[in-house]
């Protein structure tokens, strides 16, 4: 073990910050042996680890920095390391070791409300809500009052289905907060006509105070719009979504030429023994569930997770950080062509193999975990080949119903059509234009489920799913699903909810509004 006496901690502390004025200065490369050389030396100081890796993901070195993110995580970290130990392994998807980091820290030595509240944050969005929960309750103790800690509370208690602690959380808020757009936003989301009339004037008192074009005003914005359907406002409701899309389309550009090209270069991408679904051997499995976002497929998730054998694994992107790793290249995206040119043709091996290991983790002994990133449609080929025993269940809905449940959703990444209806359509055509190459060449792998023939007959439904992922037929599954887990989507403040009729025919009050969508989607051919 390498001496941490006080001196040599302050010395390590100096040639950390020598390393750090290198990046400044724009020597990625020299910060970068000066940081893992000092790691070398002093493994026992997390800093040199955390920031090496940083500079690894700069430099294209993905497995590199994996690497030291994980030898990070297997020591002790200090107080002080805890919330960059915690940044980086979020952003490399490694939730068991951000786990095992955290409980062996000395996060209980944070002093800071603002830096715990986004070290919760972080532990939420990885599925760590116990851990999160505890981070917040030492917030809480610290600053009773922290807004931040109180919209998290908010927030998780909605993912976990209790309404009224969600509701009195962010109320609390806003007692403390009153201009916190966030706050707003998740308010807007229960809002109902007994509640949206008073809540549209909180909004109108304090928008003010979000400068023109920035998050907070898009936020705003779309709570406005999300009140003012409640109240059957639909002219306004409509207008101040206008105003959010504006906001969002300047912040987040749709390049439609390179969208088409991935699509196409997925298309033509040979697949290697994918065609058959292989039997589990004696691992956990992955069930994908796959689309469009908001079509429905937080509610098919809800019914598989009412199943004995299967653990919900909610939203990840960990099937995307298993590529990176695989091709040795970061991306912001799901998959990228670049990501695709870089992969090994024996790189899905360790695809494979780490997804199986996640799986044994997230599942805690049941056989199949379920992964909902709808955007996981683009994977759709390389699942099949990496992971031969993985279910795929593509989940759809009325295309119109989908595309403007989309456009009415403020998406944070990973969707810049959302903002706008000829985005919106363009997009939604090639999605469904890869799911058609999916079919065809994939069709004993992907089976289709309607979110029209669940409300129809959901029973028969779930026999079918079930059938498909090779699962024992067990009824009432969806009652059992509703009762625990969490649900960190868009879907948060329905999915508990049951099966609600009648949503594809909510864009019906905004069709005169809707004309470039619905010419887009007939241009297509995904209506008629």
Not at 209 to 238: C, I, K, N, T
Request: aromatic letters at 8%; hydrophobic letters at 45%.
């Amino acid at each position: 073990m390498t001496d941490r006496t006080p001196s040599s901690g302050a010395t390590w502390a100096v040639e950390l910050q020598r390393a750090q004025a290198l990046a400044g200065q724009g020597d990625l490369v020299g910060a970068y042996h000066r940081a893992a050389d000092l790691r070398a030396r002093a493994p026992d100081f997390a800093p040199a680890g955390i920031f090496a890796a940083f500079l690894a993901l700069r430099l294209g070195r993905y497995r590199e920095a994996r690497a030291l993110a994980l030898s990070v995580a297997a020591q002790p970290v200090a107080a002080d390391g805890v919330l960059d130990a915690a940044r980086l392994l979020k952003h490399l998807e490694a939730p068991e070791a951000l786990a095992r980091m955290f409980d062996a820290s000395g996060w209980r030595a944070l002093r800071a409300p603002q830096a715990l509240a986004e070290l919760a944050q972080i532990l939420g969005f990885s599925g760590l809500y116990a851990q999160a929960d505890d981070c917040l309750a030492q917030t809480l103790a610290l600053a009773p009052g922290d807004p931040d800690a109180l919209y998290l509370k908010g927030m998780f208690a909605l993912f976990a289905g209790d309404d009224a602690a969600a509701t009195a959380a962010l109320r609390a808020a806003l007692q403390v907060a009153p201009h916190m757009a966030n706050v707003h936003f998740l308010l807007s989301m229960q809002d109902t006509p007994e509640t949206a009339a008073r809540h549209i004037e909180q909004i109108l008192r304090v928008i003010h105070v979000a400068r023109p074009g920035s998050e907070a005003r898009a936020m705003f914005e779309y709570a406005l719009h999300q009140s003012h359907h409640a109240l059957g406002a639909y002219d306004e409701a409509w207008a101040a979504l206008e105003r959010g899309h504006a906001v969002m389309r300047a912040a987040v550009p749709y390049d439609a030429t390179a969208q088409r090209a991935l699509i196409e270069t997925l298309k033509r991408r040979p697949l290697a023994a994918a065609q058959a679904r292989a039997p589990l051997q004696g691992e956990a499995g992955s069930i994908f569930i796959v689309g469009m976002f908001r079509s429905g497929t937080s509610l098919l998730e809800r019914i598989l997770a009412g199943h004995p054998e299967v653990a919900d694994g909610g939203e990840t992107y960990q099937f995307s950080a298993a590529l990176r790793e695989a091709a040795n290249r970061d991306s912001p995206d799901v998959v990228d062509v670049g990501l695709l040119s870089a992969l090994a043709p024996d790189g899905l091996a360790g695809v494979r193999a780490r997804m199986h290991d996640y799986a044994r983790w997230r599942g805690r002994g049941k056989r199949w975990v379920t992964e909902k990133l709808p955007l996981n449609f683009l994977n759709v080929g390389l699942i099949a080949e990496a992971l031969p025993d993985a279910s795929l269940l593509h989940m759809q809905r009325d295309p119109v119903a989908t595309c403007f449940s989309n456009l009415r959703t403020l998406f944070r990444v990973g969707t810049p059509y959302a903002c706008d209806q000829r985005r919106m359509a363009h997009y939604f055509g090639l999605y469904r234009g890869l799911m058609a190459h999916w079919r065809a060449v994939l069709p004993s792998r992907v089976l289709d489920i309607d979110y029209a023939d669940i409300v129809a007959d959901p029973e028969r439904e779930a026999k079918r799913v079930m059938t498909h992922c090779g699962l024992a037929y067990v009824p009432g599954a969806l009652e059992r699903g509703q009762e625990g887990g969490n649900v960190a989507t868009a879907s948060a403040a329905h999915a508990r909810k049951g099966i609600l009729g009648g949503r594809s025919q909510a864009w019906k009050p905004y069709e005169k509004h809707l004309q470039p969508l619905l010419d887009g989607l007939r241009a297509c051919g995904a209506i008629s």
